[in-house]
């Protein structure tokens, strides 16, 4: 058994592992390919092949499979301190500069904000990162994080505010 690269013309090596039990009805091959693909290798096709001159005579079994691999998430809130007039509106920015987010979440004192149920919240979505505050009170004050949850792998991605 071997695997492949069919667009980079590449053969696995040092990344493949294979283990092969042939019995008196059937030979099962087992293989394991350890390998991160990066974004360059986004719509590659990689191919196992078997070859047994026992079962298969001459002819080689392949399958192939065309691979997704989609950007990282990455999040850009640069680290500021924001001062705002009691009554007036501050914006708190986030941006996300790399992949896709599923959810966006803001942290204030390590709790989660529930920003739909304050009025004087908005933003904070996939759609508007950056939160604002608005009608800011005295109450508003402390640390914030801005979180992301990568839509691909689910993982989570965070920068303070």
């Known amino acids: 058994m071997t695997m492949r690269n069919k667009n980079e013309n590449t053969q696995f ?12 009805k059937s030979f099962d091959v087992t293989g394991t390919l350890t390998w991160s693909p990066v974004i360059v290798n986004n719509g590659d096709t990689i191919c196992c092949d078997v070859t ?26 640069p680290v500021t301190q924001y001062s705002s007039n009691i009554q007036s509106s501050v914006t708190l920015q986030c941006d996300v500069t790399q992949g896709t987010a599923s959810q966006i979440i803001w ?3 390590n709790v989660q904000l529930n920003i739909t ?8 979505t996939v759609v508007n990162e950056s939160l604002t505050i608005a009608n800011v009170q005295q109450s508003d004050g402390g640390n914030y994080v801005c979180r992301g949850i990568d839509a691909a792998t689910g993982e989570c991605k965070y920068h303070y505010c």
């Open 52 to 77: 047994h001159t026992t079962t298969l005579g001459s002819t080689p079994q392949t399958v192939c499979r065309q691979i997704t691999v989609a950007q990282p998430i990455s999040i850009n809130a």
């Open 117 to 124: 149920s304050n009025s004087r919240f908005s933003g904070g």
């Open 13 to 24: 090596t040092t990344e493949f592992t294979s283990s092969s039990v042939l019995d008196q």
């Open 107 to 109: 942290i204030k004192e």
